[in-house]
């Protein structure tokens, strides 16, 4: 099962590495990393996706966590409810395509033509990940040169 969790840290170096640590050494792969300054600027905010398959190792790792000096806070968003996006820029090739069919897939979707011309267009696109993967891969169709992802963050309702 997918787990989106954030933990508010010192903002501090090192801090990210022994986090990550954690879960790695118990074997966990964390699918999504976003980290980021919050309105305090001596807090960051870390929200990572990771696939658990025991939840038992999960919930040691989560306590483990919320013991680090530097952790102010730790919350598994998964079983409550919240809102997720991540932020995509692409490149893509527009030889084979039009900027008012481009407007027409970004229709249902928050997404900002950058740039445009006659070989290539950048593209700005927030949304949640599955309506995010959905459109990724229509675009596939058009032909994706470059594409980063920010990773994915959340925040309770």
């Known amino acids: 099962m997918k787990h989106i969790i954030y933990a508010l840290v010192d903002n ?79 490149k893509l090739n527009t030889a084979k395509t039009t900027r008012q069919k481009l407007l027409v897939l970004f229709k249902n979707i928050s997404a900002k033509i950058l740039s445009y011309d006659k070989k290539e267009a950048i593209v700005e696109i927030t949304a949640a990940k599955a309506q995010l993967n959905d459109l990724l891969a229509q675009l596939s169709k058009i032909g994706i040169k470059e594409l980063v992802r920010t990773g994915i963050i959340a925040i309770g309702k």
């Open 12 to 90: 501090k170096p090192g801090v990210l590495a022994r986090i990550s640590g954690l879960f790695s050494a118990r074997g966990f792969n964390i699918d999504s990393l976003a980290v980021g300054e919050t309105h305090d600027p001596t807090v960051s905010r870390v929200t990572m996706v990771v696939n658990a398959q025991d939840e038992r190792i999960l919930e040691q790792i989560k306590k483990q966590l919320d013991k680090l000096i530097d952790v102010m806070t730790v919350i598994d968003l998964t079983k409550k409810e919240f809102f997720e996006r991540e932020l995509v820029l692409l």
